[in-house]
Protein backbone atom coordinates (compact mmCIF):
# COMPACT_ATOMS: atom_id res chain seq x y z
CA UNK A 1 0.00 0.00 0.00
CA UNK A 2 1.33 3.19 -1.04
CA UNK A 3 1.39 6.44 1.14
CA UNK A 4 -0.99 8.84 1.40
CA UNK A 5 0.99 11.20 0.25
CA UNK A 6 1.86 9.60 -3.13
CA UNK A 7 -2.17 8.23 -3.34
CA UNK A 8 -3.24 11.64 -3.65
CA UNK A 9 -0.49 12.50 -6.07
CA UNK A 10 -1.46 9.34 -8.41
CA UNK A 11 -5.08 9.98 -7.91
CA UNK A 12 -4.81 13.42 -9.21
CA UNK A 13 -2.42 12.61 -12.46
CA UNK A 14 -4.55 9.05 -13.23
CA UNK A 15 -7.50 11.33 -12.87
CA UNK A 16 -6.03 14.06 -15.23
CA UNK A 17 -5.41 11.37 -17.19
CA UNK A 18 -8.28 9.93 -18.05
CA UNK A 19 -10.28 13.14 -18.39
CA UNK A 20 -7.83 14.41 -21.09
CA UNK A 21 -8.18 11.18 -23.52
CA UNK A 22 -12.33 11.39 -22.84
CA UNK A 23 -12.71 9.05 -20.62
CA UNK A 24 -14.65 11.02 -18.43
CA UNK A 25 -16.50 14.55 -18.75
CA UNK A 26 -18.01 17.38 -16.66
CA UNK A 27 -18.04 16.33 -13.34
CA UNK A 28 -19.05 12.65 -14.29
CA UNK A 29 -16.50 9.76 -12.32
CA UNK A 30 -14.95 8.96 -9.52
CA UNK A 31 -11.54 7.62 -8.27
CA UNK A 32 -10.74 5.99 -4.98
CA UNK A 33 -7.79 3.93 -3.43
CA UNK A 34 -7.25 2.61 0.00
CA UNK A 35 -4.89 4.24 2.65
CA UNK A 36 -3.18 2.74 5.85
CA UNK A 37 -6.11 4.51 7.72
CA UNK A 38 -8.75 4.51 5.26
CA UNK A 39 -9.93 5.58 1.67
CA UNK A 40 -9.03 8.70 -0.65
CA UNK A 41 -11.76 9.47 -2.86
CA UNK A 42 -12.47 12.01 -5.54
CA UNK A 43 -15.00 15.06 -3.92
CA UNK A 44 -18.59 14.67 -5.43
CA UNK A 45 -18.98 17.11 -8.38
CA UNK A 46 -15.49 17.59 -9.35
CA UNK A 47 -13.64 17.02 -12.40
CA UNK A 48 -11.37 14.56 -12.63
CA UNK A 49 -9.41 17.10 -15.13
CA UNK A 50 -8.81 19.64 -11.98
CA UNK A 51 -8.63 17.84 -9.03
CA UNK A 52 -6.51 19.62 -6.33
CA UNK A 53 -4.35 16.36 -4.13
CA UNK A 54 -5.04 18.29 -0.56
CA UNK A 55 -9.24 18.39 -1.34
CA UNK A 56 -9.38 15.17 -1.78
CA UNK A 57 -11.99 13.62 0.74
CA UNK A 58 -10.88 10.78 2.86
CA UNK A 59 -13.59 8.80 4.55
CA UNK A 60 -12.98 5.78 7.24
CA UNK A 61 -13.14 2.27 5.76
CA UNK A 62 -17.00 2.35 7.53
CA UNK A 63 -17.57 5.55 5.37
CA UNK A 64 -17.31 8.58 8.10
CA UNK A 65 -16.20 11.76 6.55
CA UNK A 66 -12.71 12.54 8.01
CA UNK A 67 -11.46 15.35 6.26
CA UNK A 68 -11.12 17.09 2.61
CA UNK A 69 -14.47 17.95 0.98
CA UNK A 70 -17.73 16.15 0.55
CA UNK A 71 -16.88 12.74 -1.09
CA UNK A 72 -18.14 11.76 -4.09
CA UNK A 73 -22.21 10.17 -3.42
CA UNK A 74 -21.16 6.90 -5.07
CA UNK A 75 -18.86 6.40 -2.32
CA UNK A 76 -21.08 3.03 -1.16
CA UNK A 77 -19.83 1.55 -4.77
CA UNK A 78 -16.03 2.07 -3.72
CA UNK A 79 -16.81 0.62 0.07
CA UNK A 80 -18.55 -2.50 -1.82
CA UNK A 81 -15.49 -3.45 -3.82
CA UNK A 82 -13.39 -2.83 -0.34
CA UNK A 83 -15.46 -4.86 1.85
CA UNK A 84 -16.39 -8.00 -0.57
CA UNK A 85 -13.27 -7.92 -2.50
CA UNK A 86 -9.58 -8.46 -0.98
CA UNK A 87 -7.80 -8.02 -3.54
CA UNK A 88 -9.14 -4.65 -4.22
CA UNK A 89 -6.66 -1.72 -3.51
CA UNK A 90 -8.51 0.77 -5.71
CA UNK A 91 -11.91 1.41 -7.81
CA UNK A 92 -12.86 3.49 -10.88
CA UNK A 93 -16.21 4.76 -11.95
CA UNK A 94 -16.47 6.35 -15.52
CA UNK A 95 -18.96 7.07 -17.48
CA UNK A 96 -16.68 6.60 -20.47
CA UNK A 97 -18.98 6.57 -24.07
CA UNK A 98 -18.58 2.73 -25.22
CA UNK A 99 -19.45 1.05 -21.99
CA UNK A 100 -21.83 3.25 -21.26
CA UNK A 101 -23.73 2.82 -24.41
CA UNK A 102 -23.15 -0.99 -23.90
CA UNK A 103 -24.87 -0.68 -20.65
CA UNK A 104 -27.85 0.56 -22.33
CA UNK A 105 -28.30 -2.53 -24.97
CA UNK A 106 -31.24 -4.80 -23.67
CA UNK A 107 -29.55 -8.21 -25.32
CA UNK A 108 -26.68 -8.60 -22.91
CA UNK A 109 -26.06 -11.34 -21.32
CA UNK A 110 -26.36 -9.81 -17.67
CA UNK A 111 -23.52 -12.98 -16.09
CA UNK A 112 -20.98 -12.35 -18.86
CA UNK A 113 -21.94 -8.79 -20.33
CA UNK A 114 -18.40 -8.52 -22.08
CA UNK A 115 -17.55 -11.45 -24.27
CA UNK A 116 -13.92 -12.56 -24.92
CA UNK A 117 -13.11 -10.72 -27.96
CA UNK A 118 -9.26 -10.48 -26.77
CA UNK A 119 -6.82 -11.54 -24.54
CA UNK A 120 -6.81 -8.73 -22.70
CA UNK A 121 -10.07 -7.79 -21.35
CA UNK A 122 -9.46 -11.52 -20.37
CA UNK A 123 -6.42 -10.84 -18.40
CA UNK A 124 -7.05 -7.16 -17.08
CA UNK A 125 -10.50 -7.13 -16.82
CA UNK A 126 -11.92 -11.05 -16.26
CA UNK A 127 -15.39 -11.58 -16.23
CA UNK A 128 -17.68 -8.80 -15.98
CA UNK A 129 -21.67 -9.21 -14.17
CA UNK A 130 -24.60 -6.87 -15.74
CA UNK A 131 -26.43 -4.98 -12.79
CA UNK A 132 -29.58 -3.70 -12.95
CA UNK A 133 -30.48 0.19 -13.78
CA UNK A 134 -30.13 2.07 -10.27
CA UNK A 135 -30.57 5.61 -9.29
CA UNK A 136 -26.86 7.38 -9.16
CA UNK A 137 -26.47 7.80 -5.86
CA UNK A 138 -29.00 5.27 -4.38
CA UNK A 139 -27.16 3.42 -1.69
CA UNK A 140 -28.78 0.08 -3.23
CA UNK A 141 -26.44 -0.25 -5.34
CA UNK A 142 -23.50 -1.07 -2.99
CA UNK A 143 -25.88 -4.25 -1.95
CA UNK A 144 -26.08 -5.60 -5.65
CA UNK A 145 -22.23 -5.48 -5.50
CA UNK A 146 -22.13 -7.37 -2.35
CA UNK A 147 -24.37 -10.05 -3.32
CA UNK A 148 -21.78 -10.75 -6.03
CA UNK A 149 -18.94 -11.55 -3.16
CA UNK A 150 -16.02 -10.50 -4.74
CA UNK A 151 -16.30 -12.65 -7.34
CA UNK A 152 -16.46 -9.92 -10.20
CA UNK A 153 -13.36 -7.15 -10.28
CA UNK A 154 -15.77 -5.10 -12.59
CA UNK A 155 -19.61 -4.71 -12.89
CA UNK A 156 -21.34 -2.84 -15.47
CA UNK A 157 -24.17 -0.69 -14.24
CA UNK A 158 -26.96 -0.84 -16.25
CA UNK A 159 -27.42 2.60 -18.25
CA UNK A 160 -24.86 3.81 -16.56
CA UNK A 161 -21.17 2.95 -17.03
CA UNK A 162 -18.43 1.03 -15.60
CA UNK A 163 -17.11 0.36 -12.14
CA UNK A 164 -13.62 -1.59 -12.00
CA UNK A 165 -11.29 -2.78 -8.76
CA UNK A 166 -7.83 -3.40 -8.96
CA UNK A 167 -5.15 -4.02 -6.86
CA UNK A 168 -3.42 -0.40 -7.16
CA UNK A 169 -4.13 3.14 -8.56
CA UNK A 170 -2.46 1.49 -11.74
CA UNK A 171 -3.91 -1.77 -12.11
CA UNK A 172 -7.75 -0.32 -11.82
CA UNK A 173 -6.88 2.59 -14.30
CA UNK A 174 -5.79 0.19 -16.84
CA UNK A 175 -8.19 -2.09 -16.49
CA UNK A 176 -11.15 0.41 -17.10
CA UNK A 177 -9.63 1.48 -19.93
CA UNK A 178 -9.09 -2.30 -21.38
CA UNK A 179 -12.83 -2.29 -20.72
CA UNK A 180 -13.61 0.48 -22.48
CA UNK A 181 -11.72 -0.50 -25.54
CA UNK A 182 -13.13 -3.60 -25.47
CA UNK A 183 -16.73 -1.47 -25.29
CA UNK A 184 -15.56 0.23 -28.28
CA UNK A 185 -15.07 -2.48 -30.12
CA UNK A 186 -17.86 -4.77 -29.52
CA UNK A 187 -19.93 -1.57 -30.65
CA UNK A 188 -18.25 -1.72 -33.82
CA UNK A 189 -18.07 -5.20 -34.70
CA UNK A 190 -22.14 -5.39 -33.64
CA UNK A 191 -23.63 -6.14 -37.08
CA UNK A 192 -20.32 -8.23 -38.39
CA UNK A 193 -19.69 -12.06 -37.53
CA UNK A 194 -17.16 -12.34 -34.56
CA UNK A 195 -14.70 -14.88 -33.77
CA UNK A 196 -14.24 -15.23 -29.70
CA UNK A 197 -11.92 -16.58 -27.97
CA UNK A 198 -12.58 -20.15 -27.10
CA UNK A 199 -13.24 -21.52 -23.75
CA UNK A 200 -9.99 -23.56 -23.69
CA UNK A 201 -8.12 -19.99 -24.85
CA UNK A 202 -9.93 -17.78 -21.96
CA UNK A 203 -8.91 -20.94 -19.01
CA UNK A 204 -5.22 -20.88 -20.37
CA UNK A 205 -5.56 -16.61 -19.94
CA UNK A 206 -6.98 -17.18 -16.62
CA UNK A 207 -4.88 -20.09 -15.64
CA UNK A 208 -1.85 -17.58 -16.28
CA UNK A 209 -3.01 -14.59 -15.50
CA UNK A 210 -5.35 -14.86 -12.42
CA UNK A 211 -7.44 -12.42 -11.25
CA UNK A 212 -6.44 -10.87 -7.75
Do not use: W
Not at 66 to 91: N, Q, T
Not at 112 to 127: E, S
Amino acid sequence: MISESEARGEIVRLSKSLFDRGYSVGTAGNISCLVEDGILITPTNSSLGFLDPDRLSKVSRGGRHLSGDKPSKEIFLHRAFYDSRAAAGAVVHLHSTYCTALSCLTDLDRDDCIPALTPYVVMRVGTVRLLPYTRPGDPSTAELISQLGGRFAAVLLGNHGPVVSGTSLQSAVAAAEELEETAKLLMMLRSLPVRLLGDQDVADLRKHFPQG
